[in-house]
């Protein structure tokens, strides 16, 4: 299985009717982004902050601002 590197990487809850276990139910929304995150760091097999830190780091450089 091809395996996102931690520097392409963005974390986001765009589908608002696949709403993360365990709100499984609700509409989706951005508040559930740590959920997410940390399932993808659970996959990767790294820490949370980890994660949380690159995805960050990845939205600041393809701002425009």
């Known amino acids: 299985m091809p395996s996102a590197p931690l520097e392409r990487l963005l974390v986001e809850t ?14 989706n929304e951005p508040s559930r982004v740590p959920v997410v ?7 990767k097999v790294i820490e949370t902050p980890v ?5 960050t780091r ?5 701002s425009v601002v």
């Open 58 to 62: 990845n939205a600041r450089a393809l």
């Open 51 to 55: 994660l949380a830190e690159a995805s």
């Open 37 to 43: 995150g940390a399932a993808i760091a659970q996959v």
């Open 14 to 27: 765009d589908a608002s009717f696949l709403t993360p276990v365990p709100h499984r139910g609700t509409l």
